[in-house]
């Protein structure tokens, strides 16, 4: 069964930094994209950032570049967000999701299978 | 940058057919695969078509894809009505500068 965890998310000051992790099992880690989307409270979905299999291909949100860097460990199962000088429009429930395929075009930006999400508050 | 719109509502009763459009600014409706998502309250989103016409196995053959190239748009279409198809739609595809891109979403009722 796969099973995407993500952690990390909590109270944050406006400006302050965090991560955001994703543990993955129940498949082979490193053949498929990973990606992360966002749901502002009472909104919709935001693709925020997607990673291909092996790290080499990556892109972001406008409303993320250069701030937020994704990365990922295909030794650990593991992706992360570090995200850098957050606003209040960033606060939103974080979702791990698997692309479908390896790569950023195609069926890697088919979101196959997602987490329960980390909840991030951006506030003063 | 493309952009995918979407009606915000769709009411209907159970038994009847609705049909969801997901209109592409942007970009070619052919040219990149669209998929779309169910979302029921508190829960994650799941697949209910990919590539523009797949059922993921599990999801029932009352939901199908289609585009129009005339209109480029992509539609969700659901026959049969039941009230768990209550929720949330949302269509999802990206650009040709790899970056993703969600419709708006459209909140189905069944009346």
């Known amino acids: 069964e796969v099973q995407l965890v993500e952690s990390g998310g909590g109270l944050v000051q406006p400006g302050r930094s965090l991560r955001l992790s994703c543990v993955a099992s129940?498949?082979?880690?490193?053949?498929?994209?990973m990606h992360w989307v966002r749901q502002a409270p009472g909104k919709g979905l935001e693709w925020v950032s997607g990673i291909s299999w092996n790290g080499n291909v990556i892109a972001y949100a406008d409303s993320v570049q250069g701030r937020f860097i994704i990365s990922r460990d295909n030794a650990k199962n593991s992706l992360s967000l570090q995200m850098n000088s957050l606003r209040a429009e960033d606060m939103a429930l974080y979702y791990c999701t698997r692309g479908a395929g390896t790569n950023l075009v195609g069926e890697g930006y088919h979101f196959d299978n997602w987490g329960q999400g980390t909840l991030v508050t951006v506030s003063s | 940058n493309i952009m995918l719109t979407q009606p915000p509502s769709v009411s209907e009763s159970p038994g009847k057919t609705i049909t969801i459009s997901c209109t592409l600014r942007g970009g070619n409706i052919a040219g990149n695969f669209l998929q779309w998502y169910q979302q029921r309250p508190g829960s994650s989103p799941t697949t209910v078509i990919f590539e523009h016409y797949h059922r993921p196995s599990g999801v029932p053959d009352r939901f199908s894809g289609s585009i129009d190239r005339q209109s480029n748009s992509a539609s969700l279409t659901i026959s049969g009505l039941r009230t768990e198809d209550e929720g949330y739609y949302y269509c999802q595809s990206y650009g040709d500068n790899i970056k993703g891109v969600f419709g708006g979403g459209t909140k189905v009722t069944v009346l």
């Open positions: 129940g498949f082979t880690f490193d053949d498929h994209s």
